[in-house]
Structures are given as C-alpha cells and as structure tokens.
C-alpha cells in the first residue's frame, strides 16, 4: 500500500500510540482474509506481523494438517491456546489466529486484556470461493465442505461477534480491506480523545450565540 497516498503519518503514529504495547487480533473463519489483510495492515502500521498458524507449526514441528491427522483437534486446540497465549506478551504486533481461536473462552480473555479483536466478517459465497482454491484445511475434508462452511458459520458467527471491532470482508483488494479495519479502529476503541469544547458564558443558552 501506498501509505504516504492514503494514511498520513500522522495518523497511523497517533493509532499506534493509542495502540502501546496490545495486539491486534484478527479473527473470522477460514478464507476471510485473516493473514492477507494482516500483512498488509502491520505493513501500513509498521508493525510486526505474526501468523499464529505458522508458530503453532513451528512449536510443533509438524503442519496443522499433520496435527490433526496425528493427534486430534483437542489437542491442537490446546497447543493453540499456549500459543497465543504466550504471543500476546509480545505486542504491539498485528496477529492473525485460526479460525478457532476465538472460540476458546480463555482465549477470549487473553485477547480482552492484552489486545484488540477484528472480526473480518465474510459471507458464504466469498469463503468458499477463497478456501476452495486449496486443500489444506482439515476442517473442510468432508464429502459436503459448504455444508461444513455453514455449520461452522452457524456456530462460531455468534462467538466472533463478540469482538472488538467489526469489518465485513468483501472481494475488493486487499489495501481496500487495510483502510476499512484502520477507520473502524480510528472511530472505534483506537479513537483520539475529544477535544473538550470551549465553555459559553452562563448566560449564553445553548441554543443561542452572541449577537442573536
């Protein structure tokens, strides 16, 4: 992205400023553009940029597929829990989770006290368009997977609502997306202070002004 063409310096200094040391946390299911956007965004942010799939791999020495094939979702979940939990003391960072990371209550705690959640909300149609274009979602390794999209939709939409901020994931690109999750953030929970108003004389109605 074109930073200096489409957020000011001075922008993104006072969002990371707002920011200190939390995380930005972004959730959603599978194919809603967790890491894309995340890339880009901590790019814009200069921020650092974590994948919390690929340091799950790394603590594991296997893939995710590998994982679950091997040892069971349980486990994986569990090894996923110690693992954000230990890359939330890192920020300010941007952080993309699997898509079942929010679904863990004390996941969802971590994330409340040591960052900021950003569902990227995205409908069937896109989903299933992103996620069919590889074969390495576990989930997904069913004789019916937009069957499977929709009971995961059913299922975890109501756990990612309860995030921070919400943008819906649309099929523009990925820069478009960046400057839609920055304005939620900048109107949202990384929003400046209001400026206090100048105080009117006492007898100066509001709805008056001098000379009226």
């Not at 349980?74 to 952080?95: C, K, S, T, Y």
């Not at 079942?100 to 209550?105: C, H, I, L, V, Y």
């Given at each position: 992205m074109r930073r200096g063409r489409q957020h000011a310096a001075g922008d993104v200094a006072a969002l990371t400023d707002a920011l200190r040391d939390r995380t930005l946390v972004l959730v959603g299911l599978m194919g809603c553009g967790k890491t894309s956007v995340g890339r880009r965004l901590a790019?814009?942010?200069?921020?650092k940029f974590v994948d919390a799939d690929e340091e799950i791999e790394k603590a594991a020495n296997?893939?995710?597929?590998?994982?679950?094939?091997?040892?069971?979702?349980?486990?994986?979940?569990?090894?996923?829990?110690?693992?954000?939990?230990?890359?939330?003391?890192?920020?300010?960072?941007?952080?993309?989770?699997?898509?079942?990371?929010?679904?863990?209550?004390?996941?969802?705690?971590?994330?409340?006290?040591?960052?900021?959640?950003i569902w990227l909300k995205a409908d069937l149609p896109l989903l299933m368009k992103r996620v069919m274009r590889r074969d390495n979602r576990p989930l997904l390794k069913t004789r019916d997977p937009?069957?499977?999209?929709?009971?995961?939709?059913?299922?975890?939409?109501?756990?990612?609502?309860?995030a921070d901020v919400t943008v819906d994931s649309r099929d523009v690109p990925h820069?478009?997306?960046?400057?839609?999750?920055?304005?939620?953030?900048?109107?949202?929970?990384?929003?400046?202070?209001?400026?206090?108003?100048?105080?009117?004389?006492a007898d100066v109605r509001p709805s008056e002004a001098p000379g009226e």
């Open positions: 790019n814009v942010l200069e921020l296997q893939s995710i597929p590998e994982i679950f094939e091997a040892h069971g979702e349980d486990f994986f979940r569990a090894g996923e829990r110690r693992v954000i939990a230990r890359l939330l003391h890192n920020g300010p960072q941007v952080l993309a989770t699997g898509g079942g990371a929010f679904m863990s209550e004390q996941t969802r705690l971590n994330i409340k006290n040591r960052g900021i959640s937009e069957a499977r999209m929709r009971e995961l939709m059913a299922t975890r939409y109501p756990i990612y609502a309860r820069d478009d997306m960046v400057a839609s999750v920055i304005a939620a953030l900048r109107s949202g929970p990384l929003a400046p202070p209001r400026a206090l108003l100048p105080e009117q004389p």
